[in-house]
């Protein structure tokens, strides 16, 4: 189960960064990131997913236990940046953030009146997260 768990993390870590870094449109967007917003969103997300999986890989008992306030605030950060203003309607700010960066990417949702739609990368992304989160919890609560 250890195993499993690090794998996840691993798995988050590295899709986040190569979707972050890699420009596979039009499954993401990043040719329409600055440098600045690409290296921020890199260096700031990729440090803060690294920190459980160092955690779990060495066994660093506050980094283990950090992991089980880092998943949660990764998930409400996605809720409070997708899916709020999915289901409830975006900011102008948002709004014209995603038609600059997102609205040209591949979307399976349905739309929810004129918001905007999470786009296929993010939805995988939320979704490893998380997993991650249930699959850390489990196994600090049950080992």
Known sequence: MEALVIVVQVLLLVFHQLTTLVDLYPFNNVRQYTLK???????????????????????????????????????LGEYLNWWQHYFFGPSAAWQET????????????????????PNLEHCILHGLTLVATVITYFYFFTA
Request: net charge positive; glycine share 4%; aromatic share 8%.
């Open 37 to 75: 917003e690409r290296v921020t969103e890199c260096m700031v997300n990729g440090t803060i997913m690294a920190m459980p999986v160092i955690g779990f890989a060495v066994h660093i008992q506050w980094l283990m236990i950090a992991s089980l306030i880092i998943y949660p605030a990764l998930l």
């Open 98 to 117: 995603y038609n600059r960066l997102f609205k040209q990417t591949i979307i399976v949702l349905p739309p929810v009146k004129n918001h905007p739609v």
